[in-house]
């Protein structure tokens, strides 16, 4: 009995250790098939197909390993499998979340939704998306936060990775200076980051003042950029117009708070 027992859990050590090898195995095949093709084709689309892919394997490969297991131990998987269908509406009903998981990540790869390397907002969470399971999404914040989201639950997608981004921004000048000054000032940084930037589709471009607000003229000034380059955009403009107004002798505005003494 004893070498019986022995036996068998050499056997299922075995098949565990040659289901790893096949899993690796197939893994580094699909990788590199994909990321060959990936040269003529989108590298975010290559990864989400090699995650997927290997989610797919790695399932099957451990269901395919439990029968042979249960086998091994002289469980007849034959009638266990035949059972199946008696016990599937149970089996249903208590992985069916699991189930609407691996349906709704179905659809998100078929109807290409998003894909791994896509900036996309999911509620009010906003990140690049890093890994894209049958079962979980995970998006990680330009902070670094990880948020780990059931397909399930991916009902709206913004995705700004799909086309190009459309960058807005304010400008606060003084009061005190001269308008026209002001504006060709903000001209000469909108001509230096198109020529500069490689990621702004077409021209940067000044729309004129937006608001007359409390302590300052607010200028607009707007860009389209590749996606997900309207914030580089929006950093670059503002670096570029506090040099430009050093330079013009120009006042950026801040909030002043007057104090009066009474003798």
């Known amino acids: 009995m004893e070498s019986f027992s022995n036996k068998e859990i050499i056997e299922t050590i075995i098949v565990i250790l040659i289901s790893i090898a096949i899993y690796m195995t197939l893994k580094n095949i699909i990788s590199k098939t994909f ?3 990936a040269k003529k084709k989108s590298d975010k689309k290559a990864l989400t197909t090699i995650t997927v892919s290997t989610n797919v ?3 099957l490969l451990i269901v395919a390993t439990f029968l042979m297991i249960l086998d091994i131990w002289g469980v007849d998987t034959k009638a266990l499998l035949t059972s199946l269908g008696v016990v599937s509406v149970i089996v249903g009903l208590a992985l069916q979340d699991l189930l609407k998981d691996i349906i709704a990540g179905t659809a998100i790869l ?7 390397g896509d900036n996309i907002k999911i509620g009010d969470f906003r990140g690049d998306v890093i890994s894209l399971g049958l079962k979980t999404t995970k998006i990680r914040a330009y902070t670094g936060e990880v948020k780990i989201i059931s397909n399930r639950n991916i009902t709206e997608v913004i995705n700004y990775s799909l086309k190009s981004s459309k960058s807005v921004v304010d400008i606060p000048t003084s009061y005190e200076d ?6 060709e000032a903000i001209e000469n940084v909108c001509q230096k980051l198109t020529k500069e930037k490689d990621y702004i589709i077409g021209e940067a471009q000044i729309l004129g003042v937006e608001e007359l607000a409390d302590s300052s003229v607010n200028f607009r000034v707007t860009a389209t950029t590749k996606p997900t380059y309207d914030i580089p955009f929006k950093r670059a403009l503002l670096e570029e117009i506090v040099r430009e107004f050093k330079r013009q002798n120009l006042t950026i505005p801040y909030p002043q708070v007057e104090v009066n003494y009474e003798k």
């Open 178 to 183: 001269d308008i026209d000054k002001i504006r």
């Open 57 to 59: 394997i790695k399932y």
């Open 35 to 37: 990321l060959k093709k």
């Open 110 to 116: 078929t109807e290409d939704q998003f894909q791994v």
